[in-house]
């Protein structure tokens, strides 16, 4: 099917920064009601895994009152929908209001089911009297399958925002565990599509189960920081402090962009296009780390 057309609300919004998006399941009053005041940068009411088959009815009929909930304190406000057709329907139909910012698509296959989503999506915006394409997608990729894809799923259609590889959905598809020799590969190739196709990648190289240990999980997302990843899920509250730091710059970080900059706008003004800092060679590309280093922490 042919992606539908319409003015790109997408190209006015900035690729927002979530460092940390939480997910909470619809059907439980208690975590909706104290979702606002956990920090994270996004909050994902989940429709799928979390929420029992019997309850999922229920959970789309309380979903309007949960989005304003959870978006209180100014938090994105994303939904997790079902992959499979009959649950994805009435999905849809509930998660498309007002104050819903994305929606986050379990195991994405292919282009094609992603430009069918957008398409049923603008329906019900142009339906409802919605901004069209305001609201963006999140493609989770779960299988091997999809891996092969990855370039097509990123460029599928303009609502796609970011990518994060579903470490345990994926272990359980090729038979193997959620550790870091499996993972390590397909998280680097989500990471390498969304970047070329302008998207956040999202993830680190684990479980995203790990929350008792702490001191494994920041290191997890430090090192996934490095990669390159801006930010992860989390499936627990205890984990957003968590990625909230490790996804920032530091204050060593920030302090050396400062000077990157500081001496190249030197270096310019004498007509140098590169410079020595620290005994260090600096140019182009580590001019450009400094001052995105910087304009992450101007979206804080």
């Known amino acids: 099917?042919?992606?539908?057309?319409?003015?790109?609300?997408?190209?006015?919004?900035?690729?927002?920064?979530?460092?940390?998006?939480?997910f909470v399941p619809t059907h439980v009053p208690g975590f909706v009601e104290r979702a606002h005041e956990r920090g994270a940068d996004g909050v994902i009411l989940d429709l799928e895994d979390s929420v029992p088959q019997n309850q999922k009815g229920?959970?789309?009929?309380?979903?309007?009152?949960c989005v304003a909930k959870v978006?209180?304190?100014?938090?994105?406000?994303?939904?997790?929908?079902?992959?499979?057709?009959?649950?994805?329907?009435?999905?849809?139909?509930?998660?498309?209001?007002?104050?819903?910012?994305?929606?986050?698509?379990?195991?994405?296959?292919?282009?094609?089911?992603?430009?069918?989503?957008?398409n049923a999506v603008s329906e019900l915006e142009r339906e409802r009297s919605l901004p069209l394409?305001?609201?963006?997608?999140?493609?989770?990729?779960?299988?091997?399958?999809?891996?092969?894809?990855?370039?097509?799923?990123?460029?599928?259609?303009?609502?796609?925002?970011?990518?994060?590889?579903?470490?345990?959905?994926?272990?359980a598809a090729v038979g193997g565990t959620p550790e870091f020799d499996l993972l390590l590969t397909p998280n680097l190739s989500v990471l390498f599509a969304a970047r070329a196709a302008g998207l956040l990648p999202l993830g680190f190289v684990g479980s995203i189960g790990?929350?008792?240990?702490?001191?494994?999980?920041?290191?997890?997302?430090?090192?996934?920081?490095?990669?390159?990843?801006?930010?992860?899920?989390?499936v627990h509250p205890t984990q957003v402090s968590i990625f909230n730091e490790a996804f920032s710059p530091s204050a060593q970080e920030l302090e050396w962009a400062h000077?990157?900059?500081?001496?190249?706008?030197d270096a310019a003004a004498q007509g140098r296009g590169a410079f020595a800092l620290d005994g260090k060679m600096i140019d182009a590309p580590v001019v450009r780390r400094a001052l995105e280093i910087l304009a992450i922490s101007q979206k804080a």
Do not use: C, Y
């Open 58 to 65: 229920e959970a789309r009929r309380q979903l309007p009152e």
């Open 210 to 234: 790990e929350f008792s240990e702490a001191r494994k999980l920041h290191e997890a997302a430090v090192h996934a920081r490095r990669l390159g990843f801006a930010g992860a899920l989390a």
């Open 71 to 118: 978006g209180r304190k100014g938090a994105s406000v994303l939904v997790r929908v079902n992959h499979g057709l009959r649950a994805l329907a009435p999905d849809l139909d509930a998660a498309v209001i007002s104050g819903v910012d994305a929606l986050v698509l379990p195991k994405t296959d292919s282009a094609e089911w992603v430009v069918e989503i957008a």
């Open 259 to 265: 000077r990157v900059v500081a001496a190249e706008n």
């Open 133 to 171: 394409g305001r609201i963006r997608f999140v493609a989770q990729i779960e299988t091997p399958g999809a891996l092969q894809r990855l370039e097509a799923i990123a460029w599928a259609h303009p609502r796609m925002v970011a990518m994060a590889l579903g470490p345990e959905d994926f272990s």
């Open 1 to 22: 099917m042919i992606a539908d057309t319409f003015p790109s609300v997408e190209t006015a919004m900035s690729v927002p920064r979530w460092r940390s998006l939480l």
